[in-house]
Nanobody, 116 residues
């Protein structure tokens, strides 16, 4: 059974930083592409960033480029999202997704709030 442990969300002031973590178990993490999505109230879920199984290929949504960094540690079965210079519009529930063998697995999400 695939299990996710997402952490690192919370309340931060505009301009602040957070680091999200997503630890996954129950499958071969090193063979899975990982990504972060987010969903704000009343909006559709959107891609934030994605990283290939080896970490060699990384993609970001345009609005996150230069502010967010996705990384992974295959030895720890964990993917990270470093978020800097957070803006009020970054507030959302952030979800971790694993893709392996054409199957997507989703975490339950961690809430990020950005407010002064």
């Amino acid at each position: 059974q695939v299990q996710f442990v997402e952490s690192g969300g919370g309340l931060v002031q505009p301009g602040g930083s957070l680091r999200l973590s997503c630890a996954v178990s129950g499958f071969t993490f090193s063979k899975a592409a990982m990504s972060w999505y987010r969903q704000a109230p009343g909006k559709e879920r959107e891609l934030v960033a994605a990283i290939s199984s080896s970490g060699g290929l990384i993609n970001y949504a345009d609005s996150m480029k230069g502010r967010f960094t996705i990384s992974r540690d295959n030895a720890k079965n964990t993917v990270y999202l470093q978020m800097n210079n957070l803006k009020p519009e970054d507030a959302a529930v952030y979800y971790c997704r694993a893709t392996q063998g054409g199957v997507d697995y989703w975490g339950r999400g961690t809430l990020v709030a950005v407010s002064s």
